[in-house]
């Protein structure tokens, strides 16, 4: 059996740790873009390298609904391959070596393959832990009676 524990939050997760350091590598990098890249390349990678993460954790949130928990990790999926393209173009600019640019997108599959993972595997994350204590109808929920 796996020693890996379960999560408690999507800080826990593995892939949620790497895409953040992929965000971190790419923030770094890009400070050496021309200034004339700012609102264009440099925002662009930025923002779909912290989507990733982002989208993750917006997924954890909606663990409840299966549905919507995938629907999420589509999106950071989504994000991840956007992120695939824009270090290509980086490249294609020559603003990163190719040295860089095989790292960079090979963190990216790795986070890609994780999240398909996750999708494959959703009713594992969804499913209602045994330990979970479920209220009686609340009082302040409408009464049938008037």
């Not at 400070?31 to 004339?36: A, E, L, R, V």
């Amino acid at each position: 059996m796996s020693n890996l524990q379960y999560a408690q939050s999507f800080r826990d997760l593995i892939v949620y740790k790497k895409s953040r350091q992929l965000q971190q590598e790419i923030f770094e990098i890009t400070k050496s873009f021309p200034k004339d890249e700012t609102y264009s390349l440099t925002d662009q990678i930025r923002r779909s390298s912290r989507s990733i993460g982002s989208n993750l954790a917006e997924a954890w949130a909606k663990r409840r609904y299966e549905k919507h928990f995938i629907s999420k990790l589509t999106d950071s999926d989504g994000e991840q391959m956007e992120t695939q393209h824009w270090i290509e173009t980086a490249l294609n600019c020559n603003y990163i070596d190719q040295k860089t640019c095989s790292q960079l997108l090979e963190k990216c599959m790795e986070i890609g393959r994780m999240l398909g993972s996750m999708i494959q595997k959703a009713d594992l994350f969804c499913s209602e832990p045994s330990h979970a204590i479920r209220d009686e109808v609340a009082e302040y929920i409408a009464s049938t009676e008037d």
